[in-house]
């Protein structure tokens, strides 16, 4: 029989194929599949759904991130998820496969993590399960959430000519991600003396933004202010170039996205010289900044102008144009899906 690597798939080449032949039977299940969170109409009410699954190892590496910051970390990238469809998060649960190398000190200060994150952004811990695990630690973690049906904002809306926006800055995560696996291999090297200190000084805001992300949720709410309704909207958990394909191919559309536009933290391109990175691919295929990517008519330019930490970087162009990076001297470059790949990413 042949064998298919499932790294020939990459993770979303995995989740389409498996789930090809899935049909929709329940007729409170308005989507499935395919967007930041599911939708499920009960009465005159839609219920959002979102689950992320975390593995020691592959998702995150203890040797420097410390519990409470990845218990923090945990529920915010769920959070993201719903605030994506435009939704508001309600409630969350937790589930833990736990090895015996934690002792019960170690999961509370998890859950102290993951207990801040709830009340900074008014979410209930409603439920999970536990379980011994023989590798490390796992978490998973279903988060529900709330919107009306005009609100909801899915990843197929975008139209030719719609405005691309992003919030915050791009790549900055990442490179708090190479400051930390950078201190890590040195560390290695040096006797054990206990005094060596890290070179994080003046970079702290990076390192923040990789271990203990913020989901949007002042943008999802300074839309709502200004009643602006974008047209597509998702999460940037894989890198801009992943995300924005993503969203292309579900509208049927293409895109125009200018280098010179995207937002980069000065610190984050200071680090990717040092490290000789380039900081456009960082920006590009990075991922982990759960910042927000958003299409808007037209008829909305001067409302989004007034928006904090908003930025325009593009438009929505015909299917045939492709999907483009316009680089500072106008050169047209495919934008490549270059970020997250799961099951790449395996010893």
């Not at 969170?37 to 009465?43: L, P, S, T």
């Not at 190479?178 to 890590?184: A, N, V």
């Not at 691919?281 to 909305?300: H, R, S, W």
Request: charged share 25%; hydrophobic share 40%.
């Amino acid at each position: 029989m042949a064998r298919t690597e499932i790294s020939t798939l990459g993770e979303f080449g995995l989740i389409k194929h498996l789930t090809r032949q899935i049909e929709l039977k329940q007729p409170s299940s308005l989507k499935g599949v395919g967007d930041d969170a599911a939708v499920m109409k009960f009465g005159n009410k839609r219920v959002l759904m979102t689950t992320d699954l975390l593995l020691e190892g592959i998702h995150f590496n203890l040797e420097y991130v410390p519990l409470k910051h990845l218990g923090y970390k945990a529920v915010a990238v769920n959070l993201s998820d719903i605030y994506a469809m435009n939704g508001t998060p309600t409630q969350i649960t937790v589930s833990l496969g736990i090895s015996a190398r934690f002792s019960l000190e170690d999961i509370e200060e998890l859950y102290a993590g993951m207990r801040l994150a709830c009340e900074t952004y008014h979410v209930d811990l409603v439920g999970g399960d536990t379980s011994a695990s023989m590798t490390g630690l796992t978490i998973s973690i279903t988060c529900l959430g709330a919107a009306d049906e005009k609100d909801i904002v899915y990843r197929n809306g975008a139209k030719v000519n719609d405005l691309i926006c992003v919030t915050g800055n791009l790549g900055t995560a990442y490179m708090g991600l190479q400051l930390l696996e950078r201190e890590r291999i040195v560390a290695k090297g040096k006797p054990a003396t206990g005094d060596a200190i890290p070179a994080f000084e003046g970079r702290e805001y990076l390192l923040e933004r990789q271990l203990k992300p913020e989901p949007r949720r002042d943008i999802i709410e300074q839309l709502r202010k200004l009643d602006i309704h974008p047209t597509a909207m998702m999460d940037i958990s894989d890198g801009l170039s992943s995300e924005i394909k993503h969203i292309c191919h579900q509208s049927n559309v293409g895109c125009a996205i200018y280098e010179d536009k995207i937002p980069i933290d000065f610190k984050a391109a200071e680090v990717a010289e040092e490290m000789n990175l380039n900081i456009v691919t960082c920006a590009l295929n990075g991922g982990e900044d759960y910042e927000l990517l958003f299409t808007c008519d037209l008829k909305d330019y001067e409302k989004l102008l007034t928006l904090d930490d908003v930025y325009l970087v593009g438009h929505i162009t015909k299917p045939e144009y492709g999907t483009l990076l316009i680089g500072r001297n106008g050169e047209e470059l495919e934008l490549q899906a270059q970020g997250w790949q799961a099951f790449n990413q395996q010893a």
